[in-house]
């Protein structure tokens, strides 16, 4: 190991002598400036800006040991979380690891490549892109990740290829006897007027502590498009800390639709980077979170070039003693006329200890732009639950009702028929659970 | 059918008097208009029977079919057959109108023991409403008044009207918003809903939703009270010669009450 350490070192640190092998000359390489760079990279805490509001504690006290000393259980009855839209374009992960024989990727139509990460170390598209997209700051969860990675989602699309099915990306977490850490990892390169649909998701399947440290990289090239929904149903003692950033090329579109509803802990920190003039990016949010529950979003939309039609549609409902924080940084750099970008963040407070801190950002260097950007905090409407009150609703049922129809917005645009489905029980469940558990608002 | 007893109400934890010590009688078969100025009590007086949190009770009583309401949730009140018909009908976005109005109708159905109605009984009874209102069937499907015009809502709302059918429909300002051909089929739709078992208190600021409702009694509100009654006529007067004439009947001793 690498003398260089100026930071004090960290669980994440400690755990780096557990860093797999490269099976191949371009994975050691990765490996290692990534170990170089984590043991110069000191563990992120309150006193910086970028983590006023969340605190890292619980990742850094608890005792993570290497998955293969973990005790992992098997899971079992998994299927239930296969869509059938994807029946055959579905990647399936345990705790990081690619699971042959739940996976099925017959179903694509030509041009597109799916497969564990694993197996493509000599693909060209592979040595391109892999671990070069990633762009966070002094930060050690990539550097973790790109340390420790082993398996991984490959999704490639050659030009005009349109995948015929959505692919499922399904990350299973099973339960344990002590915690550990996984590193799942993602690659997307969409190449010229391509299309793909991404499910994303995120499951633990106990309540067991664990760490996920999720990287995923991006590629849209000219003209093509991606949509990409992110489920985050992370077991209730999890820490999910995951980095998503995507590049957009002209006339590219990236729609990406993040659920947040599990883990202790969670931060996620999507990021949009324009390339090229004409692009049109969402990167909206839904949290819905409860008792002592944290969920974090910082997230970036990186204007560099003119006309881009950007969105950002951050809702967030709280309730029980949890705490949401939202940063949406939107950068408009100098020269990148025409932007028209629309950010907000609505929170729904339910309950007195709920606590949420929200930061709209915008740093604007061009002047002609247009740029809305709002945030709310706020409990029910009393007017609204009067209203359906005076229809013969229970306040109880009139609150649910509320509740469900502000989560509602935010998933409306997810387009695979059974995800909405499964994402409209979640918000139910979610609303439901709340009446049970005595509204306060 | 209702009866309002010295009926005095302040905004919750504000201490602010708004209604003053009302009375007033309504009995089933009749239309009642209550007319007055900005700021009089009218809308107050509305939400207060139909039981809206933000006002509070500080004296008197609210007699509905015999009983006093006072203690009764707005849901109760609903189930009980009381309607109020919003000044400004509030958006759900994502909750549908039939969503909404099978929700309500099932609940006061089962509450007034009327038979519920499965989804699809449910559709051609609701179905029948629409006419009433001349309302488009696709307002069925689209979120409840999200989006609509005010026009639009006003109507929505005398739509769940048909639709619950209750027994004291309280209309506030349901004429306000609305033009000419609006107006016209409100009204009638309101007139075709209102018979000998139900009773209607409609709010309004102008004589001209009477052409087309015509009261049985006109009351005039101020200063948190009703200082005239009279029959139809009395809005005709008030069309001529506004309130003013009225004000003096709003003091006590020399002093606005």
């Known amino acids: ?441 | 059918m209702l009866e309002l007893k010295n009926l005095h109400a302040e905004v919750e934890g504000e201490g602010i008097e708004i209604l003053k010590g009302v009375n007033l009688k309504v009995n089933k078969g009749e239309i009642h208009a209550i007319m007055g100025p900005n700021g009089s009590g009218k809308s107050t007086l509305a939400k207060v029977i139909a039981g809206h949190p933000e006002y509070e009770v500080t004296g008197g009583d609210i007699i509905y079919k015999g009983e006093s309401i006072l203690e009764m949730d707005p849901d109760e009140r609903a189930h009980a057959g009381v309607f109020l018909a919003f000044q400004y009908p509030v958006e759900v976005p994502g909750v549908t109108n039939t969503t909404l109005l099978r929700e309500s109708y099932n609940t006061i159905a089962a509450s007034r023991g009327r038979e519920e109605l499965d989804p699809l009984e449910f559709d051609d009874y609701i179905r029948e409403k629409l006419d009433l209102v001349e309302m488009n069937p696709d307002f069925l499907e689209r979120s409840v008044n999200t989006g609509f015009s005010g026009g639009e809502k006003k109507r929505n709302e005398i739509f769940q009207m048909a639709v619950l059918q209750p027994t004291l429909s309280l209309l506030d300002e349901t004429d306000s918003g609305l033009d000419i051909d609006a107006l016209r089929i409100v009204s009638e739709g309101i007139n075709k809903l209102h018979g000998e078992e139900d009773a209607v208190v409609l709010i309004t600021h102008y004589q001209r939703l009477l052409n087309y409702i015509v009261p049985d009694y006109v009351h005039v509100m101020l200063g948190g009270r009703i200082v005239k009654s009279g029959g139809k006529e009395l809005a005709f007067e008030l069309e001529e010669k506004g309130y003013d004439w009225l004000e003096s009947l709003a003091k006590v001793n020399g002093e606005a009450k």
């Open chain 1, 1 to 441: 190991m690498a003398n260089l350490t100026k930071a004090e070192p960290s669980i994440l640190h400690n755990l780096a002598k557990h860093a797999p092998e490269g099976n191949s000359v371009s994975w050691s390489e990765i490996r290692g400036k990534n170990l170089k760079a984590l043991n110069q990279t000191a563990f992120p805490h309150k006193k910086i800006e970028e983590w006023r509001f969340t605190d890292l504690k619980p990742v850094e006290r608890t005792a993570f040991v290497p998955l293969n000393e973990a005790g992992t259980l098997p899971a079992a009855d998994i299927e239930k979380y296969f869509i059938p839209e994807s029946d055959r374009s579905r990647l399936v992960f345990i705790n990081g690891s690619f699971q042959e024989n739940y996976s099925s990727i017959g179903g694509l139509g030509k041009g597109v490549t799916v497969g564990n990460l694993n197996g493509f170390t000599n693909n060209s598209t592979v040595a391109e892109y892999f671990d070069k997209l990633v762009n966070y700051e002094d930060d050690v969860f990539t550097q973790f990740n790109g340390l420790m990675f082993e398996d991984g989602a490959f999704i490639h699309l050659e030009k005009g290829a349109k995948a015929e099915a959505p692919i499922q990306i399904l990350n299973l977490y099973t339960d344990s006897a002590k915690p550990f850490v996984a590193t799942p990892r993602m690659l997307v390169v969409a190449e010229e007027k391509s299309d793909v649909t991404i499910i994303e998701d995120h499951i633990g399947l106990s309540q067991n502590t664990y760490l996920t440290v999720p990287v995923c990289e991006v590629k849209v090239k000219k003209g093509a498009h991606i949509h990409h929904v992110r489920i985050q149903r992370d077991s209730i003692n999890a820490l999910h800390i995951s980095r998503p950033i995507a590049y957009v090329e002209k006339n590219s579109e990236y729609h990406s639709y993040t659920i947040t509803l599990g883990a202790k802990l969670s931060r996620n920190e999507p990021r949009v980077v324009q390339e090229d003039e004409e692009v049109d990016f969402t990167l909206d949010g839904l949290v819905l979170i409860d008792g002592e529950q944290i969920a974090d979003t910082h997230s970036v939309m990186d204007h560099r070039f003119s006309h881009a039609n950007s969105h950002q549609l951050h809702k967030v409902v709280v309730n029980g003693s949890a705490h949401s924080i939202f940063n949406g940084k939107i950068f408009v750099r100098r020269d990148a006329q025409k932007i028209d970008s629309f950010q907000e963040n609505r929170n729904l407070l339910l309950s007195i200890d709920g606590l949420v801190n929200t930061k709209p950002q915008l740093e604007i260097f061009a002047d002609d732009v247009l740029c809305s950007h709002g945030a709310t905090i706020g409990q029910l409407d009393p007017e609204e639950v009067f209203y359906l009150q005076s229809r013969g609703m229970t306040e109880e049922k009139a609150k649910e009702v509320l509740t469900y129809a502000f989560a509602l917005e935010t998933i409306e645009n997810v387009k695979v028929d059974s995800v909405h489905k499964l994402l409209i029980e979640e918000v139910y469940r979610y609303t439901k659970a709340n009446t049970e558990s005595k509204v306060t608002a």
